[in-house]
């Protein structure tokens, strides 16, 4: 870190699509969200001297161990109030992973993949997010070839409403228990795939309705093997009979983070009537119109 910065910052994140697939080597779609996580450097906006309360078994804490160290002074600040699902344990990490001198993000993916190294796949967290953090923007990430792709330009004008769903009480699925638990299960998930490859093609000729299907399709499959919840599969097929509405998925873990609705258009009177009725019946909360740019980790400037 460049002894004028007085912290560093790094965005949230969303899984667009590849969740579960990735954890076996396929890619996955993330974008970077704000609001941002802040580590605020000792002395900086009041920041203490005291550790920054990375948990041990964090990752962050783990890779401080790794390191021979056992406190990061400083202050995070998570704008999500610790309520998960847009990346604070990644997010954490990047920061430690930055101040340790690490600065690609497929350097940065490998450290945190060391962490877990040993473990089934299904059991270790893919770092797929971190990748998106790191990065910012929109991104395809292949762990096979650890290969990152820049999808913002190729996403522009993709018409999709992202909405924030992790403040509601039926929507914490604590990753790393969800991954114990499909660790012990006996999963296959080809059944992915033919819809990311349906995405991939359709970003590439810029039919939106045939991505918005794709991740409609996606969504179904995840249901088919029991990783949707109920209750968003409810809210996604609620949501899905309005019209404009051409695809919609929940995502990340049994999809709860956050829902995604492909719409035809991002204004217009269908549209607003989408938003109200998912803010209405739905109490979630609209993030985002259309994908962000949000830029990845850096340092905050004195």
């Keep these: 870190m460049t002894p004028t910065a007085r912290g560093i910052s790094v965005p949230g994140k969303v899984f667009l699509l590849g969740e579960y697939a990735v954890l076996t080597g396929a890619s996955a779609w993330v974008t970077a969200v704000a609001p941002r996580f802040e580590w605020l450097a000792p002395g900086a906006d009041g920041a203490s001297p005291r550790n920054a309360g990375f ?29 998960g699902g847009f990346g604070g344990s990644t997010a954490e990490f990047a920061v430690v992973a930055w101040s340790e001198g690490v600065r690609g993000a497929t350097e940065a993916w490998r450290e945190y993949r060391a962490l877990s190294a040993g473990q089934p796949d299904l059991r270790r967290p893919s770092g797929a997010d971190l990748v998106a953090q790191w990065e910012g ?18 996403l522009r004008d993709f018409p999709v409403l992202m ?18 638990a499909l660790a012990s299960a006996t999963l296959s998930f080809d059944s992915l795939l033919p819809s990311l490859e349906r995405a991939r093609e359709g970003a590439g000729a810029r039919d939106w309705s ?18 949707e919840s109920p209750v968003v599969r409810n809210e996604r097929l609620a949501l899905s009979r309005h019209p404009g509405v051409i695809g919609a998925k929940g995502c990340g873990s049994l999809q709860t983070d956050a829902m995604l609705v492909v719409v035809e258009s991002l204004v217009g009177p269908a549209t607003e009537k989408v938003i109200a009725f998912a803010e209405r019946e739905c109490s979630l909360r609209l993030l985002a119109r259309g994908l962000p740019r949000e830029p990845g980790i850096r340092e905050i400037d004195a």
Aim: proline fraction near 6%.
């Design 55 to 83: 948990h041990p078994e964090s990752p962050a804490g783990r890779l401080l161990a790794s390191r021979g160290k056992a406190e990061f002074a400083g202050r995070f600040v998570d704008p999500w109030e610790g309520r």
């Design 137 to 154: 923007g929109t991104v395809e990430w292949n762990p096979a070839s650890e290969r990152v792709t820049a999808l913002s330009e190729t």
């Design 163 to 180: 909405f924030s769903a992790t403040h509601l009480p039926n929507r914490k699925t604590v990753t790393h228990s969800h991954l114990e």
């Design 210 to 227: 045939e991505v918005g299907r794709a991740f409609s399709a996606y969504a179904d499959s995840l249901a088919h093997l029991g990783l």
